[in-house]
């Protein structure tokens, strides 16, 4: 009963090779996010999707760029990857992204490792 | 400003309660959320407090005191499996979700 999948569950790459993260949710959710989270911090917004409308967060990477085709896909694409880049990445939605009685629902997560 | 802050890491023994403190600083609050989270997994909700008071889920609680900027996690009959990490979260005004840094919490025999 996954609402929130992601793909894949571990992705290796090579430093400096473009790499695209998926995410999909059967919520039908408005607002879709991408997070990125090191070992022992907290997740950090990179940028969310409320519907077709995309909202970069001020200090998230140019090498970050993200893609929702429709309410039910959201990618995020990292054109080239750094070592400092290898984290997990979470994906997940809300309903509007008011935040009144409406968790975030977090997809299981990609991690990105750089070689 | 805002911020969040909630201690590093707690260690507790099997059967036990245990309470993870969260206090925060918000211009806007739509409600505080509490998250557990597995290491290598993604955080799953674990409960949600606007109103001031005691909110209650089976061996988890949660409390809330707006005029305090104070939450706190109560987990009760504490199991093995209850290790990891609590995160409290609140949505800023402008709809961002601001997490914690998260609490890491081991459960001993």
């Known amino acids: 009963d996954a609402m929130v999948i992601q793909n894949p569950r571990y992705q290796v790459t090579q430093f400096g090779k473009p790499v695209t993260l998926s995410c999909s949710q059967t919520?039908?959710?408005?607002?879709m996010y991408w997070y990125q989270q090191k070992s022992s911090q907290a997740p950090k917004l990179l940028f969310h999707y409320y519907d077709k409308d995309f909202n970069n967060e001020a200090d998230t990477p140019d090498n970050f760029q993200s893609r929702r085709p429709n309410t039910s896909f959201c990618f995020l694409d990292i054109r080239s990857p750094g070592l400092g880049d290898a984290a997990m990445y979470l994906c997940?939605?809300?309903?509007?992204?008011?935040?009144?009685?409406?968790?975030?629902?977090f997809g299981d997560g990609t991690r990105l490792s750089i070689l | 400003g805002q911020n969040i802050d909630q201690p590093t890491e707690m260690t507790a023994t099997e059967g036990a309660i245990v309470q993870i403190n969260c206090t925060y600083q918000?211009?806007?609050?739509?409600?505080l959320f509490w998250y557990q989270q597995h290491a290598g997994e993604a955080p799953t909700f674990l409960s949600y407090n606007v109103l001031d008071g005691l909110e209650e889920k089976g061996r988890f609680s949660s409390f809330l005191s707006r005029s305090k900027g104070y939450s706190y996690l109560l987990l009760k009959e504490l199991q093995m499996k209850d290790s990891a990490s609590y995160l409290c979260?609140?949505?800023?005004?402008?709809?961002?979700?601001?997490f914690g840094q998260g609490t890491e919490l081991s459960v001993k025999p």
């Open positions: 997940a939605t809300s309903r509007d992204g008011t935040g009144l009685d409406q968790p975030q629902h």
């Open positions: 979260a609140f949505y800023n005004q402008g709809g961002k979700l601001i």
């Open positions: 919520l039908n959710h408005n607002v």
């Open positions: 918000t211009s806007g609050f739509n409600g």
